[in-house]
């Protein structure tokens, strides 16, 4: 058998080579023309949009700081009626200024808003009253009944936004103590890392904000008068009134102590941390101790009923069907 007729003439593998090779070196010149690299398209296209989103966001953020103003405004018809009528001097006590600080109610249009609203709202719902009374109950009612009726409401009406604000000052103090010993634990470790108390006050309410952003409100503004106050007792006053809750004064207390002897403030911080976490504890216990109380009646009422309904109806079917 001869091997020499199956072997491939070198001239036809040189030349299919140099066929590759040709081929090989065409496509690698026209590859970019044929198949153009769109990353560079792709790259000025993200940069286009990128600009286009910022100078979206940065419009809008303008128009939002054309709307919010850092002092807001009363509406004009509530200063009109507070400068009518010469309300300003039921504030001058401080009491509803004081009232409304700590519903988180700030400046004079908070200010300005609560006594136009009390003095509108008496007259508001004794006329929607009236109206009611007269033209859907009783058109034929007495003069007496709509006098008592327009005085009521019309007291309602005067109470409604101090037990308003009474009940926002409430939820924002439970809001502040559920959250506040975790607000001191990281005050404490601000503190103990070396930060100083404005610092510490800044980091914090940085920080914890997500969670309360009522302690984080009440933070920052501390830290805003400890930077401009000269006296920074006051700023630690302001925060206890501001506030109202008793765990926050103590702290408060400690940190006036620490700032005038010059004590260490982390073991003052560590133990009014634990006195609060402590005061959470046992308010949440003594919410648990009551809940069986709370919950006799409505089972009188609602459950035992059903639960002799269903135990004594199939009694009372059969001794029927007996019969």
């Not at 004009?76 to 409304?100: P, S, W």
Request: charged share 25%; proline share 5%; no cysteine.
């Amino acid at each position: 058998m001869n091997i020499s007729a199956h072997i491939p003439d070198p001239e036809q593998i040189s030349a299919v080579m140099a066929g590759i090779a040709v081929f090989s070196a065409v496509v690698a010149v026209s590859w970019p023309y044929i198949f153009r690299d769109t990353l560079a398209e792709r790259m000025r296209r993200i940069e286009g949009q990128r600009e286009r989103i910022r100078m979206r966001e940065r419009s809008r953020l303008d128009r939002e700081k054309s709307k919010v103003s850092l002092r807001p405004e009363p509406k004009r018809l509530f200063k009109t009626i507070v400068d009518r009528f010469n309300l300003a001097k039921q504030a001058e006590d401080g009491e509803i200024v004081r009232k409304l600080k700590m519903a988180g109610y700030r400046g004079h249009a908070a200010v300005t808003t609560f006594l136009a609203v009390r003095l509108i709202t008496p007259l508001v719902l004794s006329a929607a009253a009236l109206i009611y009374l007269l033209l859907v109950i009783r058109p034929d009612a007495s003069p007496l009944t709509v006098a008592v009726v327009a005085l009521g409401f019309g007291a309602l009406g005067y109470f409604a936004p101090a037990t308003f604000i009474r009940n926002r000052i409430t939820k924002r103090q439970q809001a502040i103590r559920r959250s506040w010993p975790d607000a001191l634990d990281l005050l404490l470790i601000t503190v103990e890392s070396g930060m100083g108390i404005e610092s510490a006050f800044r980091k914090v309410g940085e920080e914890v904000g997500t969670q309360s952003p009522e302690i984080a409100e009440e933070i920052l503004l501390t830290t805003a008068e400890l930077s401009y106050l000269q006296d920074r007792r006051q700023a630690y006053e302001n925060l206890g009134l501001r506030t109202g809750v008793e765990g926050v004064r103590a702290v408060v207390t400690s940190l006036i102590q620490a700032e005038k002897y010059g004590t260490p403030l982390g073991q003052a911080l560590r133990v009014m941390a634990q006195e609060n976490r402590d005061m959470r504890m046992s308010e949440a216990e003594k919410r648990a101790a009551a809940l069986p109380p709370k919950l006799t009646v409505p089972m009188i009422l609602f459950f035992l009923p059903v639960l002799f309904a269903v135990i004594i109806t199939p009694a009372a079917i059969q001794i029927t069907a007996v019969q």
